[in-house]
């Protein structure tokens, strides 16, 4: 069993900078590959980004490449989400996902955080 715990949210002007965290508890979080979904009011969960469990790996929605980044401490059970050049349109809950064979099913969910852009 893993807990995902999300951290960070906010508001912030188009333009700006957020760093989200999701703490993980439980075993083998090292195990798993990491990620982060979101939701826009309206609008289904999307992908956003996914590491692998060495980090040797990353993956990116075309929407956030080269803005957005991703990486994890397995020392310390933390994924976080570097988010730069934020748009309006990044404004959603985002959510924390672990998946112990990628993240097409994940096993876990965190609760979410909220983000907030304003133009």
């Known amino acids: 069993q893993v807990q995902l715990v999300e951290s960070g949210g906010g508001l912030v002007q188009a333009g700006g900078s957020l760093r989200l965290s999701c703490a993980a508890s439980?075993?083998?979080?090292?195990?798993?590959?990491m990620g982060w979904f979101r939701q826009a009011p309206g609008k289904e969960r999307e992908f956003v980004t996914a590491i692998s469990w060495s980090s040797s790996t990353t993956y990116y929605a075309d929407s956030v490449k080269g803005r957005f980044s991703i990486s994890r401490n397995n020392a310390g059970n933390t994924v976080y989400l570097q988010m730069n050049s934020l748009k309006p349109e990044d404004t959603a809950v985002y959510y924390c996902a672990a998946g112990h064979r990628g993240l097409a099913d994940v096993d876990y969910w965190g609760k979410g955080t909220l983000v907030t852009v304003s133009s």
């Open positions: 439980g075993r083998a979080f090292s195990l798993y590959t």
